[in-house]
């Protein structure tokens, strides 16, 4: 168990819907990134959050939004769903906002039919 | 655009073989360079390096960066069944976005 908790684990939707993925960082951590990671590609940054505050943005189509909660876990939503937003989601938490000593989550399977 | 490619994507070998996997860079404003090993779900730390030359070792897994010619390897030897993974390679940058850029990854193989 790395520290880093995501939920679900495993969701299966429809095109057009949405879905709301949620992760709680490794105690004392107080950044959280979200990564996609999709079979023809490899682990792609979404999105970061240091403390509660947006700090840095990747490759993150506007159908998906983020935020982090005062009590440092943080929720990606996901809209619109396409068959293309198959993938695996991961989140990972560190200590400061400078990327060092990533810690990953377990990840969550999105599979869109 | 920042990336990292690694090579080969896909290694199959024998219990007891050495591989070597690589990472080559291009990137602005380069601070670290890490290596992960990915089995069924999350990815796990292997190595952070920072410095050219100075190797990382950890068991029978080792690895150096060359920041002249931008490039990593991952040494494995004595490969067990275990040791069958996705290795991910990716890179650290000094400003901007806090992220990672990620390779494609290795999918090793190791086979008894």
């Known amino acids: 168990d790395s520290g880093v908790t995501q939920t679900p684990k495993h969701l299966i939707t429809a095109t057009g819907q949405r879905v709301t993925l949620r992760c709680s960082p490794r105690s004392g951590d107080l950044s959280v990134y979200w990564y996609q990671q999709s079979l023809d590609q490899g682990l792609q940054f979404l999105i970061q959050y240091y403390n509660g505050e947006e700090r840095a943005k990747g490759n993150i189509l506007e159908r998906f939004s983020a935020q982090q909660f005062p009590d440092l876990h943080s929720e990606l939503n996901l809209s619109s769903l396409e068959l293309g937003d198959s993938a695996l989601y991961f989140c990972?938490?560190?200590?400061?906002?400078?990327?060092?000593?990533?810690?990953f989550g377990s990840g969550t399977r999105l599979t869109v039919v | 655009e920042d990336k990292v490619v690694q090579s080969p994507l896909s290694l199959v070998v024998h219990e007891g073989d050495t591989v070597t996997l690589n990472c080559s860079y291009e990137?602005?404003?380069?601070?670290?360079l890490l290596w992960y090993k990915q089995e069924k779900k999350a990815p796990t730390f292997l190595f952070m390096l920072?410095?050219?030359?100075i190797e990382k070792k950890s068991g029978r897994l080792s690895s150096i960066l060359d920041k002249k010619e931008l490039f990593s390897i991952l040494n494995i030897t004595a490969t067990q069944t275990g040791d069958s993974a996705v290795y991910l390679c990716?890179?650290?940058?000094?400003?901007?976005?806090?992220?990672?850029?990620f390779g494609q990854g290795t999918r090793l193989t190791i086979n008894p």
């Open positions: 990137v602005t404003n380069f601070r670290s």
């Open positions: 920072t410095s050219s030359g």
């Open positions: 990972a938490s560190s200590v400061g906002d400078r990327g060092y000593g990533y810690t």
């Open positions: 990716a890179v650290s940058l000094i400003q901007g976005a806090q992220k990672l850029v």
